[in-house]
């Protein structure tokens, strides 16, 4: 039968869909040919470890530089200054330390190993009909276009989100994209070379724990080293103290170098937090009153304190770009005008039946359903 | 291709087309249409409920907008600031944030939950109609990617004449 025919003919063409996994026309007949996880097909610079599960920025090596410093003054405190010390004063003192030490150590590999809220960028469907969208806005493409801004009032600001040519995608409020891991990350505070990694939505929390934990412990060898020197010196002099305890001489050193700048940050951070701000903005005065009367920062919630804690003790977002998950070949995408079906919705009612070559041999150009049964 | 006359093999078909089995055998995809995200009140995740032109001759108005309020109630949930989630960040920070290694966040729950959801809807409501949703977490939060699927079989079944005149009004 002439209908029998076309449907066996055209069941061989059709991808299947399932409703199990979201991405719609999967095939369970083509086997996945590729086994690769989305990371190793990840078009940003960004390099990945242990299989896709740790995550970092193409220059790691001023964080190598931070781990080594860290490990080195604490090393050298626990052991050359924590003995006297836990004999001369009090055992909690290495124990504090060694609490501080590894909180410190943990945030600082959480910072710089966790995806800091990159978005993925645009499938091309997706970027395919926002350049439709802004073709329509725009009007005659006789010349260069303007760039891509969309306006959008949030809680009574007007906030501009612009358009990311490399990502093609507008970029949500707060987003940035960071030139040097080449994404558009969300909620972008800076590009950090010292954790080796962006800081963003998703690690910007481990990051302020990061730099006040390390404030505190900065702090705390500093004095604990002096403490040490001070009461060695009673005993021997100051010389010889020195001479007996080298180590401690390199710790103060360090230390009182990198107080300054580490608790400078903490305090930094602390008032970015508690305004709800990130470190582009500030930088940018986006938000500052020197712009304006009215200008103000919708994000705010109002209070110094519901802004700590919705910066710190808000929910987790989960990461956007599944770097564990297997890259799928044969996502379906609508083909090309060549190939028949257009995604231009204001011509649809022309072009959706002219769907594929195999098609336009049964089907006329025209949607007429009654030519059609005419036709059988 | 729209046969309004029902022949031998479009019965069979016309009764199989409620499942979503049916639409892979007989449907091609026609067109996307991508619900945005709405930013007036902030970052939170949160879709516009406009009802996108291409969809009218495909579903009720009401349904679609049923299925945004739902997900948008969903996401405000996981990203609610209360009680809840700063026991979760206070625990989260005394154990180093280790706790997150056996521990699923509520997020992650609340995601779960999303995307039966969207199973849900699919089989119920929109397969039937020659639709399909993508989870938006597949598309970065960015937008919901709604498939609208152009039936070539010849299915003249009344539950698929929403999609039958759909294919008439184009």
């Given at each position: 039968m002439h209908l029998g025919v076309s449907e066996s003919m055209r069941e061989c063409e059709y991808s299947q869909i399932s409703t199990r996994s979201s991405t719609p026309m999967e095939t369970p007949y083509k086997k996945k040919t590729s086994k690769k996880r989305k990371w190793e097909i990840f078009p940003g610079r960004n390099k990945f470890y242990c299989g896709g599960r740790i995550m970092m920025a193409k220059q790691t090596g001023v964080f190598y530089l931070t781990l080594v410093l860290i490990l080195v003054t604490c090393g050298l405190f626990f052991t050359f200054d924590c003995p006297f010390l836990a004999l001369q004063l009090t055992p909690v003192i290495p124990v504090i330390g060694g609490v501080l030490f590894l909180f410190v150590l943990g945030t600082l590999l959480r910072t710089s190993f966790s995806d800091p809220g990159v978005l993925p960028r645009a499938t091309p469907d997706e970027a395919a009909d926002l350049e439709r969208q802004i073709d329509v806005a725009n009007g005659?493409?006789?010349?260069?276009?303007?760039?891509r801004t969309k306006e959008v009032v949030i809680n009574g600001q007007t906030v501009k989100l612009k358009y990311c040519f490399t990502c093609k995608i507008f970029r949500p409020p707060r987003a940035s994209h960071c030139s040097l891991c080449d994404n558009c990350v969300d909620r972008f505070d800076h590009h950090c070379p010292w954790v080796g990694n962006c800081v963003g939505k998703r690690n910007y929390r481990f990051f302020y724990m990061f730099i006040l934990s390390l404030s505190f412990l900065t702090i705390f060898i500093f004095a604990f080293v002096i403490t040490h020197i001070i009461l060695r010196s009673h005993r021997n002099g100051f010389l010889n103290a020195l001479k007996d305890s080298p180590a401690s001489v390199l710790e103060v050193v360090v230390c009182f170098f990198s107080v300054w700048s580490i608790v400078g940050l903490s305090g930094f951070h602390t008032y970015l937090i508690s305004s709800n701000q990130t470190t582009n903005e500030d930088i940018k005065g986006s938000w500052s009153s020197k712009r304006g009367k009215d200008n103000y920062n919708p994000y705010s919630h109002g209070n110094i304190f519901t802004n700590c804690c919705a910066a710190l003790c808000g929910p987790l977002p989960p990461s956007l770009i599944d770097r564990r998950g297997f890259v799928q070949s044969d996502t379906p995408q609508l083909a090309p005008p060549t190939n028949g079906i257009t995604m231009y919705g204001a011509t649809q009612?022309?072009?959706?039946?002219?769907?594929?070559d195999t098609e336009t041999e049964r089907l006329p150009?025209?949607?007429?359903s009654s030519s059609r049964a005419a036709s059988q | 291709m729209q046969g309004l006359v029902p022949t031998a093999t479009d019965g069979n078909m016309a009764t199989e087309f409620h499942n979503l089995q049916e639409l892979r055998h007989s449907a091609s995809l026609a067109n996307k249409v991508f619900i945005q995200r709405d930013y007036t009140e902030g970052t939170t995740c949160k879709f516009q409920t406009k009802f996108p032109s291409e969809l009218e001759s495909r579903i009720e108005r009401t349904l679609f907008e049923d299925t945004v309020k739902t997900l948008n109630n969903y996401y405000a949930e996981a990203e609610k600031i209360g009680g809840q989630s700063y026991l979760e960040g206070c625990l989260a920070c005394a154990t180093a944030y280790l706790i997150f290694l056996c521990m699923e966040t509520r997020y992650e729950k609340v995601l779960k939950k999303i995307a039966k959801y969207i199973q849900e809807q699919n089989e119920k409501i929109y397969a039937p109609r020659g639709l399909l949703i993508t989870d938006p977490i597949e598309r970065g939060m960015r937008v919901i990617e709604i498939s609208i699927y152009e039936d070539r079989g010849s299915s003249g079944s009344s539950s698929g004449s929403s999609s039958v005149s759909g294919s008439t009004a184009r």
């Open positions: 005659s493409t006789g010349y260069r276009p303007p760039p009612s022309q072009q959706s039946h002219m769907v594929s150009p025209h949607p007429s | -």
